[in-house]
């Protein structure tokens, strides 16, 4: 394989208008320290509000188009893996405040990046252990232990998601608070809550960091009807470009 020339070659590689995302995700910051208006228009970043009044800045992403042209719609970003472990930290303890309304008895995670909040967001809430589910199958698996899966960052088919088969007694019968990183257009959870049904478990509650738009609304109910309660750290727009820049999705 040939060695990359520099790093600057591949790095910071974005859409002509986007920040490269290194430096972001690193700190969480009061309104004060913030180095822009938390109101619209955005410019190359969102200041997502926390639940304490700081804030965390999120880049944002074009969202591509089918001709390649420029982007006129963009979210705000979280790569949890790339953010500081303060910052993880952090989100995880709102994510546990929301969730301790609940009454549930086991806490799962959803890969990959749900997987980097299950098992603090468990810890927070006096669990000694957590479910994590799967993307990767092992020989052991089933086939009717899986889901297909796709998202908005990952819209493509043929991933699956996976429950570890021994797994399985943890969750059978029991009510379970339900882990990812961030709820978008909803499909992942979707998914998610289908693997659940099919062992046998019930969905208390959602937790995630990062509720992006509204889209997932309607999609995460019971089948009686009733609404699934979704706990955030905070809440972002889609968000649309105008003239001035970018703003809030019209409704
Ligand atoms: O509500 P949705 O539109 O489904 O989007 C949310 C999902 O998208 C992202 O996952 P992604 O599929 O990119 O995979 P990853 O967790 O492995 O990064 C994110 O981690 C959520 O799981």
């Not at 963009?74 to 303890?93: D, G, H, P, R, T």
């Not at 998610?192 to 509204?214: F, N």
Request: proline share 8%; charged share 20%.
């Amino acid at each position: 394989m040939s060695k990359i020339a520099s790093v600057a070659d591949l790095s910071g590689q974005n859409l002509p208008g986007f920040d490269a995302t290194t430096d972001y995700w690193q700190a969480i910051v009061t309104e004060a320290e913030l180095s822009q208006s938390p109101l619209p228009p955005y410019a190359k970043s969102y200041p997502a509000r926390l639940p304490d009044g700081r804030y965390l800045l999120l880049p944002l992403r074009g969202m591509p188009t089918a001709d390649g042209s420029a982007p006129d719609r963009c979210v705000a970003s979280l790569i949890a893996n790339q953010a500081s472990m303060e910052v993880v930290e952090q989100l995880a303890l709102h994510m546990a405040q929301g969730a301790g309304a609940h009454d549930f008895d086991v806490v799962m995670g959803l890969p990959t990046l749900g997987l980097a909040f299950a098992p603090l967001v468990a810890k927070q809430l006096g669990h000694s252990r957590y479910v994590p589910l799967g993307y990767s199958r092992k020989y052991w698996y089933r086939d009717e232990l899986s889901e297909p899966v796709s998202s908005i960052t990952t819209p493509g088919k043929g991933k699956l998601l996976y429950i570890d088969p021994n797994q399985l007694g943890l969750i059978a019968g029991k009510r379970v608070l339900v882990v990812d990183d961030a709820v978008s257009s909803g499909t992942t959870m979707v998914s998610g809550l289908k693997l659940l049904e099919r062992c046998g478990a019930e969905v208390a509650a959602i937790a995630v960091a990062m509720r992006q738009g509204t889209q997932w609304q309607q999609k995460l109910v019971r089948a009686d009807g009733s609404t699934i309660p979704v706990v955030a750290a905070y809440d972002c727009p889609r968000m649309e470009r105008r003239a001035d820049g970018w703003w809030p999705e019209s409704p």
